[in-house]
């Protein structure tokens, strides 16, 4: 079975600076998808990022980016020039090539001004 | 475009009592899922839907829960009778197809909170 790990259960980073979310996982796919999601206090989640395991390249989507390492099965996500609407709990997720994502612990993420 | 849709947003019952939760997905999703988030937990997949059949639901305590998707469009999901244990955040997703796994954006709900006591 998949596992998700996110070993940090909070984190606090100052407006404007640069934060990164450590994410590991556990598969003997090779076939994959790995992604960063966000939840803010409404609770509504949204896609942040999304990377596809048999792209070399990491994914960036402007402010935020992606660490990923294939043999290390680590998945980080760097958030560049925090904004206080980043705060929110962000969840690492894997999900195989057809189905079933599935969701790390969540890590809780705070903005100070 | 209107987002995923869920009824209600919080409920508080009796543990052995009934309760039903309402999800609208976005119009055109052929696909719906519900998720179960306990706190301090990630969501945790309960069933999910293509069109009105089941494509999966190897986690749904099958015991007590029931869900439906009768004309392929909006959801419920049933708790019959509830347990202290299933307080928590029901939420619902839905994607476009559900056939091109991780290349599609599930769209979640602001779910529904349920308290057990």
């Known amino acids: 079975a998949q596992t998700v790990t996110q070993s940090q259960p909070e984190m606090s980073v100052q407006e404007a600076e640069t934060v990164t979310l450590s994410c590991t996982y556990d598969t003997s796919e090779n076939n994959y998808y790995l992604f960063w999601y966000k939840q803010p206090p409404s609770r509504q989640m949204i896609l942040v990022i999304r990377?596809?395991?048999?792209?070399?390249q990491n994914a960036t989507e402007n402010r935020f980016s992606v660490n990923f390492q294939k043999a290390a099965k680590s998945f980080s996500l760097k958030i560049s020039d925090s904004q206080l609407g980043d705060t929110a709990m962000y969840f690492c997720a894997f999900m195989k090539f057809e189905n079933d994502m599935r969701f790390g612990a969540g890590t809780r993420l705070t903005v100070k001004p | 475009e209107a987002g995923v849709a869920q009824s209600p947003r919080y409920k508080i019952i009796e543990k052995r009592q009934s309760v039903a939760f309402w999800c609208n997905p976005i119009s055109g999703h052929a696909t719906l899922y519900w998720y179960q988030q306990i706190l301090g937990q990630g969501p945790k997949l309960l069933i999910q839907?293509?069109?009105?059949?089941?494509?999966?639901d190897s986690q749904l305590p099958k015991d007590r829960f029931s869900a439906e998707r009768l004309k392929g469009v909006d959801s419920t999901l049933k708790i019959q009778p509830a347990k202290l244990e299933d307080s928590a955040v029901y939420l619902c997703?839905?994607?476009?197809?559900?056939?091109?796994?991780?290349?599609?954006?599930?769209?979640f709900g602001p779910g529904t909170r349920l308290l057990v006591l």
């Open positions: 997703a839905s994607s476009l197809s559900g056939t091109r796994g991780g290349q599609e954006t599930q769209y």
């Open positions: 990377q596809e395991a048999y792209k070399q």
């Open positions: 839907f293509q069109n009105n059949g089941v494509v999966d």
